[in-house]
């Protein structure tokens, strides 16, 4: 990858490189150091919003390193060469480096290898294969799974669980056979095995058929599907600059997080001549699986799919006709494994455009006119397969100044074998000796408002009916009723659907025309919140999840929804404890978390692999333009539309008919 050309770039291979050997001079006494983020230090906002393209701008690293011999956690700030410029081997400085206490690192991609490895080796497990009559290891697929903070894990020690599953031959579908009542913890610092459960009963593997991936498997592809192509002779609308993109009036800078996955920087919009500033930052700070199953064999499985994998670290190369269709760009990413080696993830985001059906229409009968318009969308997504689970993060951006964010959830649910006869109370049949607990996918979205600026004010606002009276004689009169949200202390907020509760970021210091402050109106998803007890371990770590809306007062390292250190942690870290400080948020630089999700009860219908579901909320201007901003959309081409033709048909200017 070329040389940084904004401050918000993510680092180059070369930077890393250089970040990494200035960490392991730093910290040469360590015996054995592994590396869980090398990742860009965001620089401060005003000088990413001063930048102008061309200048040069400082840079600097996060490094993330644990030392395997003791299990230590260090934190360092590197600082690179100036750029754009590629940094070399010698251009980089530490500027600081401290030792977390207390904390566990995420789980690596290598530390899935070594688990498997060790678990493979330790005669306890195979008597516990052989003990359900299975002898080849070959066949057997073993999920390193993170621990939860229970009394069950050895105290001190950076643990998994690794759990089993059967594969009826290469490519076969692992989830069709769980291996039940066999599991191992392993300590991914020193390598050890340091506890096998092996308890009865033995469950009888599974009968089921659970193959999807060929026409033999599904019993023959359809043969009723049209061709559908989509084409821009032209190229697309929208124009790539590094990592930076323009299309028809926005401008925003992208990138790929670690921890976060896709991030939306620095998002503007062109309204008469004039870029006006929205949002400064947008992505995923946190998403939890917590299952509802209190099987010991199931209770312990709350994954963090952030902080305790990373949705970058996990995010997918994507392929074109099969993630993305139309006329694609792409951006690579950077993923740095536990030795600090770079690597480049090709086409880690897709850009494109989409036909979004109808923007706007009127028919006057009065005349016969009819106006329409095509809604048209930038859509810029990025997937990420965490274990059996993939997930969709779709950003749409809208000729009418919305902003939507749609996450999309495939994959294979996770099992548990049963007997026939057996009563379940806490998960659904997808077999009759094959089960799915029930569980929750909770996401946390953190938006850092810059509404005309980073002086911005929350409130909510309910529509209600207004109470009967001399002013309402006939009880149907509405009103709206607004609370500003002044300190962090009432910050923690939940959905009404029956007020249509929104949240509106306002600048009271920006007017528009009739006098109103400028603002953006946060649309939720109106579904559950954690459904765990506060008091249990999850509800606990998980704090983020049970409450819709967060409001903070900004500051640089307040990311993640659970805190930077989810994995093993007790709880209490993140939100639940930042708005303790009860910091004043009446105009100033605002954050706002939005928690959106679902609960699964799965269905037969989502075996052997989910169709996808979906999850969704948006942003809309709310007296942030004068007018319309989507009504300067030109028809799609002169011309008429008729009604009950057939064919490809144009919309256009519309009038009578010729």
């Given at each position: ?6 401050p918000?770039?993510p680092?180059t291979?070369a930077?890393?490189?250089a970040?990494?050997?200035a960490?392991r001079?730093?910290t040469?006494?360590?015996?054995l150091p592994a590396?869980?983020?090398?990742s ?5 906002k ?11 701008f400082?840079?600097r690293a996060f ?5 395997r011999a ?10 690179l060469?100036d ?11 530490v500027e600081s480096c401290r030792?977390?206490e ?6 690596l991609p ?7 490895a060790a678990?493979?080796?330790?005669e ?5 294969l ?6 080849d290891?070959?066949l ?11 009394p069950q894990?050895?105290?001190g020690?950076r ?10 031959g290469?490519?076969?579908n ?14 991914l610092?020193s390598g ?6 092996d308890?009865d009963?033995?469950?009888?593997l599974?009968?089921?058929?659970g193959d999807?991936a060929?026409?033999?498997?599904v019993g ?8 559908l ?11 790539l ?10 401008r925003?800078?992208?990138?790929l997080h ?6 939306l920087?620095h998002i503007?919009y ?8 929205i949002v400064?930052r ?7 699986v917590?299952?509802?199953d ?5 209770y312990?499985?709350?994954?963090f799919?952030g902080?305790?994998?990373g949705l970058g670290?996990n995010?997918?190369?994507l392929?074109?006709?099969c ?5 694609i760009?792409y951006?690579d ?27 706007w229409?009127?028919?006057d ?5 009819v106006?329409?318009?095509?809604s048209?969308?930038l859509?810029?997504?990025s997937i990420?397969t965490?274990?059996n ?7 749409s ?5 919305s902003?939507?964010?749609e996450v ?7 099992t548990r074998?049963?007997f026939?006869?057996q009563?379940?109370?806490?998960g659904?049949?997808v077999?009759?000796?094959l089960?799915?607990p029930?569980h ?7 938006l850092?408002?810059a509404?005309?600026g980073?002086e911005?004010t ?6 209600v009916?207004?109470?009967?009276g001399?002013?309402?004689p006939w009880?149907?009169?509405l ?10 202390s009432?910050g923690k907020?939940?959905?009404e ?7 509106r970021i306002?600048n009271r ?8 402050p400028?603002g953006?109106r946060?649309?939720p998803?109106n579904g559950p919140?954690?459904?765990?007890s506060p ?5 606990r ?5 049970g409450a ?6 900004y500051a ?5 929804a659970a805190?930077?250190y989810?994995?093993q942690?007790?709880?209490?870290a993140g939100?639940p ?7 004043d948020?009446l105009d100033?630089?605002v ?7 679902v ?10 692999i989910?169709p996808?579901?979906?999850v969704?909320?948006?942003l809309?201007?709310v ?14 081409e002169?011309?008429h539309?008729?009604a009950g033709g057939e ?5 256009g ?5 010729e």
């Amino acid at each position: 990858m070329s040389a940084a050309r904004h401050p918000l770039d993510p680092l180059t291979e070369a930077e890393v490189r250089a970040a990494v050997a200035a960490a392991r001079g730093a910290t040469a006494e360590l015996g054995l150091p592994a590396f869980w983020q090398v990742s860009l230090q965001d620089p401060p906002k005003a000088e990413v919003v001063a930048h102008v393209a061309g200048a040069r701008f400082e840079r600097r690293a996060f490094v993330g390193m644990v030392d395997r011999a003791d299990g230590a956690v260090y934190e360092l700030l590197v600082r690179l060469a100036d750029a754009p410029a590629e940094a070399s081997a010698g251009g980089a400085t530490v500027e600081s480096c401290r030792r977390i206490e207390g904390v566990q690192p995420p789980i690596l991609p290598e530390d899935y290898t070594a688990a498997i490895a060790a678990v493979e080796a330790d005669e306890r497990f195979r008597i516990g294969l052989r003990r359900r009559g299975i002898e080849d290891l070959s066949l057997i697929q073993i999920d390193a799974l993170t621990a939860g903070h229970f009394p069950q894990n050895p105290e001190g020690r950076r643990i998994i669980w690794a759990t089993p599953y059967l594969r009826q031959g290469p490519g076969s579908n692992p989830y069709a056979r769980p291996i039940e009542h066999l599991r191992a913890a392993v300590d991914l610092n020193s390598g050890e095995v340091v506890e096998v459960i092996d308890d009865d009963p033995v469950v009888p593997l599974s009968t089921v058929d659970g193959d999807y991936a060929t026409e033999a498997d599904v019993g023959g592809w359809r043969t009723d599907i049209a061709p559908l192509e989509i084409v821009q002779p032209d190229g697309p609308g929208f124009r790539l600059d590094g990592n930076e993109i323009a299309w028809q009036r926005w401008r925003m800078h992208i990138g790929l997080h670690p921890v976060d996955g896709l991030v939306l920087s620095h998002i503007r919009y062109e309204d008469e001549g004039v870029e006006r500033q929205i949002v400064y930052r947008a992505a995923v700070s946190e998403m939890v699986v917590p299952y509802g199953d209190p099987h010991k064999g199931f209770y312990w499985r709350t994954y963090f799919d952030g902080g305790e994998y990373g949705l970058g670290r996990n995010a997918n190369s994507l392929t074109l006709g099969c993630d993305c269709l139309g006329e694609i760009r792409y951006l690579d990413g950077v993923q740095v494994d536990a030795a600090g080696e770079p690597s480049v993830l090709t086409n880690a985001i897709c850009i494109h455009e989409e036909d979004d059906s109808i923007l706007w229409k009127h028919t006057d009968p009065g005349i016969g006119d009819v106006q329409v318009r095509r809604s048209r969308r930038l859509v810029i997504s990025s997937i990420a397969t965490v274990g059996n689970y993939d997930y969709g993060f779709y950003w749409s951006f809208f000729q009418d100044g919305s902003i939507e964010l749609e996450v999309k959830l495939t994959g294979i649910v996770l099992t548990r074998g049963v007997f026939p006869d057996q009563e379940l109370r806490h998960g659904e049949r997808v077999a009759p000796d094959l089960a799915a607990p029930h569980h929750q996918h909770l996401f946390n979205v953190r938006l850092d408002m810059a509404v005309d600026g980073f002086e911005n004010t929350v409130e909510e606002v309910d529509l209600v009916a207004c109470e009967a009276g001399p002013d309402n004689p006939w009880g149907q009169a509405l009103e709206t009723r607004v609370e500003t949200i002044e300190r962090e202390s009432a910050g923690k907020r939940s959905v009404e659907p029956a007020a249509n509760r929104s949240w509106r970021i306002v600048n009271r210091g920006v007017r528009n025309h009739l006098g109103e402050p400028v603002g953006y109106r946060l649309v939720p998803f109106n579904g559950p919140t954690l459904l765990a007890s506060p008091d249990s371990s999850v509800g606990r770590r998980a704090g983020f999840a049970g409450a819709h809306l967060w409001v903070t007062r900004y500051a640089p390292d307040e990311l993640h929804a659970a805190g930077d250190y989810p994995n093993q942690h007790p709880g209490g870290a993140g939100l639940p404890e930042w708005i303790e400080q009860d910091r004043d948020l009446l105009d100033t630089d605002v954050v706002v978390w939005h928690t959106l999700g679902v609960s699964h009860a799965v269905r037969p219908e989502d075996w052997p692999i989910m169709p996808v579901d979906r999850v969704a909320f948006m942003l809309r201007p709310v007296g942030f333009f004068r007018r319309n901003p989507a009504v300067d959309v030109p028809p799609s081409e002169p011309g008429h539309c008729r009604a009950g033709g057939e064919g490809r048909g144009h919309c256009g200017s519309l009038g009578s008919d010729e």
